[in-house]
């Protein structure tokens, strides 16, 4: 197995606060991903990475930043917490070879009550 | 956007074969994945399919069609272990090639 570790693994926090979630990854994989899951949507890219410091937004980017100041990690933050942004958050990474797969981290439950 | 559309739930009988359809816009597109996901675990990749035609791995198998927008994952002997969520993902050409993925299928498995 692809090794990625999220944490934390799961976290309530209140309206208005920061929140910053942090992927490992030991596969050396240039690009990282963050996704959010929730009932009725699927998967939904928030930002990814193809490099150190190389950063862009993907599909529902707003309210999210993004940190890569090393290979192996990439932290996501929200700056202040809503309660729209309740979910299951996935890191995943890849190679970015043509055909080869993401490979998903454990995945982190935020709440914001 | 780029629509992927699945079917929201399907429900089968142990020992059975079922096929989850996926369907996409064919404008852009470069390659199809599928991936499982048990609830409250990570999706894992089941397989790729960037050229028309069946890929079979074991029990299951995936197939596609470029031109007409289509793949379907095949799962032949269904076991209960098998219930979960079905994920299609298409990479299109232009977006980075980051896959974009489909609602998914919830598939549930009854003995």
């Known amino acids: 197995d692809a090794g990625i570790t999220q944490s934390p693994r799961h976290k309530v926090t209140e309206t208005g606060t920061p929140v910053t979630l942090r992927c490992h990854q030991t596969?050396?994989?240039?690009?990282m991903y963050w996704y959010r899951q929730d009932p009725g949507h699927g998967l939904r890219l928030i930002h990814y990475?193809?490099?150190?410091?190389?950063?862009d937004k993907g599909e529902v980017s707003d309210g999210y930043s993004v940190s890569r100041s090393k290979t192996e990690d990439f932290l996501l933050t929200l700056e202040s917490a809503t309660s729209s942004q309740t979910s299951v958050y996935f890191c995943?990474?890849?190679?970015?070879?043509?055909?080869?797969?993401?490979?998903f981290g454990q995945g982190t439950r935020l709440t914001v009550v | 956007g780029q629509n992927i559309d699945q079917p929201t739930e399907m429900t089968a009988t142990e020992g059975a074969i079922v096929q989850i359809n996926c369907t996409y816009q064919t404008s852009g597109f470069n390659g199809l994945f599928w991936y499982q996901q048990h609830a409250g675990e990570a999706p894992t990749f089941l397989s790729y399919n960037v050229l028309d035609g069946l890929e079979e791995k074991g029990r299951f198998s995936s197939f596609l069609s470029r031109s007409k927008g289509y793949s379907y994952l095949l799962l032949k002997e269904l076991q209960m272990k098998d219930s979960a969520s079905y994920l299609c993902a298409v990479r299109f050409s232009g977006g980075s090639y980051i896959p974009t993925f489909g609602r998914g299928t919830s598939l549930i498995v009854h003995p």
């Open positions: 995943a990474t890849g190679t970015g070879d043509g055909n080869t797969e993401a490979f």
């Open positions: 596969e050396n994989h240039r690009y």
């Open positions: 990475s193809y490099g150190v410091k190389d950063t």
